[in-house]
């Protein structure tokens, strides 16, 4: 009987080796077969990411995206989402992960986040001639916000402050729309009153329309990270980290100053100095408890030439849910 209980534990021990192999050899294949990084994004959210005159995905957080994707061997795939179900497509493997202006503030525990790189405020856009100079001549206006946007979190959240809520409660309506091209075209016609938005996207808007001013109290301030699947530690490590090699070399500066017309340069808070400060996980600014996760297999030499090849969706088995 000991002899049979012998053979059973050492045939139960050589299954579970044997299982391990082959987990790893599987893990090892699907790492192997990443190569596309999907970001998912804003279309119409300037200068984040948003559609130029040629038709083209363009933005400044899809500029940092394509360089760090040079730098990793990987194909950057641009995927424009509606911005309401970007959890969705973060879950069902659609994209790899949200960059686009993603507001951390509020949300630490909802994904596993990048270290933040831009320093935000929330701003009030009027017409120049309206007679609205200061947040408490929003008494009894109409007021637009995006769906599900920081600056409607800034007025009706739990985290809200007690002055912006009572702010909120001032106005004649608060009003929610899809995208902000739509709040500028009624801000214009004198359908609306003033827009609360992310001050990098007024200034677009502002260079855009002459007759448009932004007011100099701010509704409030927050900070932009890249939102990863939560526990998705290992792919949210390997763009960190190159983000960082960007700000040390002065590349990061550079894309920046591309849009200066929109105060970025002034924005961001991505240092080296952030590097050196690890959070409470040991590496970068993790929410949440750290899962072991398969990301897109770095398999560029780091020479910084732009893959070309073309891969439509990574491979599932790479997708794991935090």
Same mark, same amino acid.
């Given at each position: 009987m000991r002899t049979k209980r012998k053979r059973f534990r050492a045939f139960m021990v050589c299954a579970a080796l044997l299982f391990c192999s082959i987990c790893v050899l599987g893990t090892d294949a699907a790492v192997k077969a990443q190569t596309t990084f999907t970001v998912g994004f804003d279309a119409e959210f300037p200068p984040y990411g948003y559609k130029d005159d040629d038709g083209e995905y363009v933005g400044f957080d899809l500029d940092l995206a394509q360089e760090v994707c040079n730098r990793r061997g990987w194909t950057l795939k641009k995927q424009p989402i509606d911005w309401d179900s970007k959890d969705m497509e973060l879950s069902s493997n659609t994209i790899d992960c949200i960059w686009n202006g993603f507001t951390m503030n509020g949300k630490e525990d909802m994904y596993t986040w990048s270290d933040a790189y831009v320093d935000n405020s929330q701003v009030i856009l009027v017409n120049q001639n309206s007679g609205i100079q200061k947040l408490s001549d929003l008494a009894g206006k109409v007021v637009v916000v995006q769906a599900d946007s920081s600056a409607l979190a800034a007025f009706t959240s739990e985290d809200a402050t007690e002055e912006n809520k009572a702010l909120a409660e001032?106005?004649?309506?608060?009003?929610?729309? =899809? $995208? #902000? /091209?739509?709040?500028?075209?009624?801000?214009?016609?004198?359908?609306?009153?003033?827009?609360?938005?992310?001050? &990098?996207?007024?200034?677009?808007?502002?260079?855009?329309?002459?007759?448009?001013?932004?007011?100099?109290?701010?509704?409030?301030?927050?900070?932009?990270?890249?939102?990863?699947?939560?526990?998705?530690?290992?792919?949210?490590?390997?763009?960190?980290?190159?983000?960082?090699?960007?700000?040390?070399?002065?590349?990061?500066?550079?894309?920046?100053?591309?849009? =200066? $017309? #929109? /105060?970025?340069?002034?924005?961001?808070?991505?240092?080296?100095?952030?590097?050196?400060?690890?959070?409470?996980? &040991?590496?970068?600014?993790?929410?949440g408890e750290a899962e072991q996760t398969i990301q897109p297999d770095d398999a560029s030499s780091g020479s910084g030439q732009e893959n070309t090849t073309e891969i439509t969706m990574t491979n599932p088995a790479s997708k794991s849910e935090g």
């Amino acid at each position: 009987m000991r002899t049979k209980r012998k053979r059973f534990r050492a045939f139960m021990v050589c299954a579970a080796l044997l299982f391990c192999s082959i987990c790893v050899l599987g893990t090892d294949a699907a790492v192997k077969a990443q190569t596309t990084f999907t970001v998912g994004f804003d279309a119409e959210f300037p200068p984040y990411g948003y559609k130029d005159d040629d038709g083209e995905y363009v933005g400044f957080d899809l500029d940092l995206a394509q360089e760090v994707c040079n730098r990793r061997g990987w194909t950057l795939k641009k995927q424009p989402i509606d911005w309401d179900s970007k959890d969705m497509e973060l879950s069902s493997n659609t994209i790899d992960c949200i960059w686009n202006g993603f507001t951390m503030n509020g949300k630490e525990d909802m994904y596993t986040w990048s270290d933040a790189y831009v320093d935000n405020s929330q701003v009030i856009l009027v017409n120049q001639n309206s007679g609205i100079q200061k947040l408490s001549d929003l008494a009894g206006k109409v007021v637009v916000v995006q769906a599900d946007s920081s600056a409607l979190a800034a007025f009706t959240s739990e985290d809200a402050t007690e002055e912006n809520k009572a702010l909120a409660e001032s106005f004649g309506q608060l009003q929610e729309v =899809a $995208d #902000y /091209n739509s709040a500028v075209m009624n801000l214009e016609s004198g359908a609306v009153d003033a827009i609360c938005m992310d001050i &990098g996207v007024a200034k677009f808007q502002q260079g855009n329309h002459k007759e448009l001013v932004i007011l100099e109290e701010k509704v409030s301030s927050e900070e932009y990270g890249i939102g990863f699947r939560k526990g998705n530690t290992a792919l949210r490590d390997q763009v960190q980290e190159t983000l960082y090699e960007m700000v040390d070399d002065g590349t990061f500066a550079e894309i920046a100053a591309k849009y =200066a $017309d #929109y /105060n970025l340069p002034d924005c961001i808070c991505l240092t080296s100095k952030t590097k050196d400060s690890p959070q409470t996980d &040991g590496s970068y600014s993790v929410v949440g408890e750290a899962e072991q996760t398969i990301q897109p297999d770095d398999a560029s030499s780091g020479s910084g030439q732009e893959n070309t090849t073309e891969i439509t969706m990574t491979n599932p088995a790479s997708k794991s849910e935090g």
